[in-house]
């Protein structure tokens, strides 16, 4: 989990990655990635990137607080995962989505809502790869106390309650 004070960063440096893949999602914040096989891009608030280091990849990323939003609070998650043997050494890959790409499903009255950022949620299915033996990310925001079913992979949860603003 990443909660900073506002600031404006010039970033992280330049560095490399190699068998590794690496997911942030930004609840609230900016951030924006450069690397050496050409891809930039900047995601704001809600939105996800995904880089797949794979044989090898320099990049820079600088998280900011969100510039459209004019609140300077940054929350985010990067998790970092080791790929498979069997895919270290394919090429690297990057995906960026804003949160409007994402997948969200409302729930029935009124509830909340549910944001699919890695997997598949009933009709629901992230951008975002699945590699596999790895995990889901399953955004809920939820207004009132619920059930909900979510299938279990044979692997953990780790779920983690945001405070809900009024």
Avoid at 8 to 18: I, N
Avoid at 42 to 49: C, D, E, L, P, V
Avoid at 82 to 88: D, E, G, R, V
Wanted: include cysteine; charged fraction near 15%; charge should be neutral.
């Amino acid at each position: 989990m990443l909660i900073l004070r506002p600031r404006k960063t010039k970033g992280t440096g330049a560095h490399p990655h190699r068998g590794v893949a690496t997911l942030t999602y930004l609840i609230q914040g900016e951030g924006e990635h450069h690397d050496s096989r050409g891809h930039h891009a900047t995601i704001r608030s809600g939105g996800a990137q995904w880089m797949k280091a794979g044989n090898g990849i320099i990049h820079d990323e600088v998280i900011n607080a969100d510039a459209g939003t004019g609140d300077l609070l940054i929350h985010g998650f990067q998790f970092w995962i080791n790929l498979p043997s069997k895919i270290k050494a394919e090429l690297p890959e990057y995906l960026s989505l804003q949160a409007k790409d994402i997948p969200v499903k409302k729930l029935g009255e009124g509830a909340g809502w549910i944001k699919i950022i890695v997997g598949d949620y009933e009709e629901l299915s992230s951008k975002i790869p699945i590699i596999p033996g790895s995990f889901y990310i399953i955004s809920i925001y939820c207004l009132v106390q619920l059930s909900l079913y979510l299938p279990m992979p044979p692997w953990s949860m780790q779920p983690y309650c945001l405070p809900v603003q009024p």
